[in-house]
């Protein structure tokens, strides 16, 4: 769909845009996951809401860059075209909106849900603290080195 608006020159509304903007965040790496069985069985909020934040945060991360480079628009310029507001208005709007997110996730941890589901939503409600990670001093993926620093350091180099 992205595609499709990028061609076209399309720039959606904020709804349109967060409506798939989960699953462009790279969910569909978690192909080992059974992901049917979570669309199938109303639990699509378990994978919705921490790829959003990761989309979400993406987005503030990389919008600048992405806008000189041409790309498909960002939930900053989705927001900022709908409501008519500045790029500085439209990153406090998407920076609340990870914030409400989060508080979603914070919730399906603490939800009553089978326990054959558990320990997915355990790794699924990591994502959100990863992509801080990543994106916290600009686009960690993009901009690998800062990234491989905080990993080698966290990780690797003695204390």
Same mark, same amino acid.
């Given at each position: 769909m992205e595609a499709?608006?990028?061609?076209?020159?399309?720039?959606?509304?904020?709804?349109?845009?967060?409506s798939i903007a989960w699953m462009?965040?790279?969910? /569909?790496v978690l192909g080992v996951l059974s992901l049917e069985?979570? /669309?199938?069985?109303?639990?699509?909020?378990?994978?919705?809401?921490?790829? /959003?934040?990761?989309r979400l945060l993406? &987005?503030?991360?990389?919008?600048?860059?992405?806008?000189? #480079?041409? &790309?498909?628009?960002?939930?900053?310029?989705?927001?900022m075209r709908e409501a008519n507001v500045s790029e500085e208005?439209? #990153?406090n709007h998407i920076t &609340?909106?990870?914030s409400k997110t989060l508080t979603k996730v914070n919730g399906l941890i603490v939800s009553p849900i089978s326990a054959s589901l558990k320990p997915f939503v355990n790794v699924l409600a990591n994502y959100p603290r990863v992509s801080y990670c990543f994106y916290q001093d600009g686009d960690g993926y993009g901009v690998q080195e800062d990234l491989k620093s905080k990993?080698?350091?966290? /990780?690797?180099?003695p204390m």
């Amino acid at each position: 769909m992205e595609a499709k608006w990028y061609n076209e020159g399309y720039i959606p509304s904020l709804e349109e845009y967060l409506s798939i903007a989960w699953m462009t965040s790279g969910c /569909l790496v978690l192909g080992v996951l059974s992901l049917e069985h979570f /669309l199938e069985n109303n639990h699509k909020q378990i994978l919705h809401v921490p790829f /959003l934040i990761l989309r979400l945060l993406n &987005d503030l991360s990389t919008h600048k860059a992405e806008c000189e #480079r041409g &790309d498909a628009p960002s939930a900053i310029q989705c927001y900022m075209r709908e409501a008519n507001v500045s790029e500085e208005i439209a #990153r406090n709007h998407i920076t &609340d909106l990870i914030s409400k997110t989060l508080t979603k996730v914070n919730g399906l941890i603490v939800s009553p849900i089978s326990a054959s589901l558990k320990p997915f939503v355990n790794v699924l409600a990591n994502y959100p603290r990863v992509s801080y990670c990543f994106y916290q001093d600009g686009d960690g993926y993009g901009v690998q080195e800062d990234l491989k620093s905080k990993i080698l350091s966290a /990780l690797i180099e003695p204390m």
